[in-house]
């Protein structure tokens, strides 16, 4: 990690022995998040500044300091692992007013801090297009907010976007905040750490599109335009913040922005939550079908705040739900007029993260023996259904040769 990361010292300036340095941190498993927090923390402390770790997560964790808290152990950020406090509480206090006339929100854990470190990954939004998407800027408009913070910017978008809401609320808080230099993160479709980038504040606009145009040409995706069913076997915040990824399934369910013209895909069935999310299962609104296992996993208040902070209510429908896969794959299928199981367009993934490997039916496999870049890792085999009607979990582990 050392040998892929600049010299702080001349990226950011100097930290004068004593102050404090408040490290913010998000919500998403991100590639090599713990070296990078242990190399920050040793050159904070060589300066004999006082780091500590705050959550810039907005509403995640529930919206609640211990919430929040937890979400980073379960990260593997904690007191204990790297050495530093960590501190998470959720109130915010005022530091401008947005020509939309609204405060902007800033969390207390960074304005009692003397510097802050923004650490987050480039990559596009999920409900959201423009010349910056996620990332630095977005990181400091809204999750340094908190909840609060959160609540406010997503509720301009409606009427004012999301990129004029953003960039202004960003600028006043860089202004009114003492930001030190961020981080900037940017990953492959192997969740493999492609680019690292150390900016001082006034770069974070200038380098962020180049960031994000890279970020988007690195992405997973499923190579087909035309699939009856889409299978993923779960959804989650630590995979996506909409649970699972818009730019995969091209559904973006959000009033702010338009749908796409085309819908990829005409059904799509979640099986399951991740157990990192707990219960928060933004994004299950954006399908047609789910699993009773899955309908009885959901923390329909950790679902409600997020889905209210982040004013997608959509996300937060619930479809139809199945007592097993078997079934709710005829149904789905039957929906958009397929009778036939060897005349089906399906493609069933583990998440929309990992996409590396896929299972596709025999109509698919034949186009993908037209594509580059992919290979078939197994003879042709039927969907895995046990007596019970259910497909199994961790069938994507390793390939089936």
């Known amino acids: ?134 990332g630095l800027i977005k990181m400091s408009a809204i999750g340094l907010g908190k909840q609060k913070g959160a609540a406010t910017c997503h509720q301009l978008f409606f009427r004012h976007g999301f990129e004029p809401v953003v960039t202004e609320t960003s600028r006043i808080i860089l202004k009114a905040l003492p930001v030190l230099l961020g981080v900037a993160l940017v990953e492959n479709r192997f969740e493999e750490l492609a ?72 059904r799509i069935y979640l099986r399951d939550l991740t157990p990192e999310t707990a219960g928060n299962a933004l994004g299950l609104g954006c399908a047609d079908f789910i699993s009773q296992r899955l309908l009885d996993k959901i923390d329909l208040e950790k679902t409600r705040i997020n889905c209210l902070t982040a004013s997608v209510p959509e996300k937060g429908r619930i479809p139809l739900a199945y007592e097993n896969d078997a079934r709710a794959v005829t149904d789905a299928l039957l929906s958009v007029g397929v009778f036939e199981p060897e005349n089906a367009r399906m493609v069933w993934v583990k998440n929309t993260l990992e996409l590396d490997f896929f299972w596709a039916s025999s109509m698919l496999v034949k186009e993908a023996e037209n594509m580059k870049g992919l290979e078939t890792a197994s003879q042709e085999m039927k969907m895995p259904f046990d007596l019970n009607g259910e497909l199994p979990f961790g069938f994507f582990e390793r390939p089936h040769v």
């Not at 998000?26 to 190399?39: D, M, T």
């Not at 962020?208 to 035309?226: N, T, V």
Request: glycine share 10%.
């Open 1 to 134: 990690m050392r040998s892929q990361l600049a010299d702080f010292t001349e990226a950011g300036g100097t930290i004068k022995p004593g102050q404090k340095v408040a490290l913010a941190v998000g919500s998403r498993g991100i590639a090599a998040l713990l070296p990078l927090l242990k190399e920050l923390i040793s050159w904070v402390k060589s300066q004999k500044g006082h780091p500590y770790i705050s959550p810039a997560m907005g509403s995640h964790g529930g919206a609640t300091d211990q919430g929040q808290a937890k979400v980073l152990e379960e990260l593997g950020i904690s007191s204990e692992s790297l050495g530093v406090p960590i501190v998470s509480h959720m109130q915010v206090k005022e530091v401008g007013t947005t020509s939309f006339g609204r405060p902007v929100w800033v969390g207390e854990d960074f304005c009692k801090a003397d510097h802050v470190i923004l650490i987050n990954r480039i990559k596009p939004h999920t409900s959201f297009r423009g010349s910056m998407e996620s």
């Open 195 to 266: 680019c690292l980038k150390v900016l001082k504040p006034k770069e974070f606009f200038a380098q962020e599109p180049g960031l994000l145009a890279q970020a988007r040409s690195l992405m997973g995706r499923i190579p087909f335009s035309d699939v009856d069913l889409l299978i993923i076997d779960e959804i989650g915040k630590n995979i996506s913040g909409s649970g699972m990824d818009s730019n995969v399934t091209g559904r973006i369910f959000h009033q702010a922005t338009p749908e796409p013209a085309v819908r990829r895909f005409r």
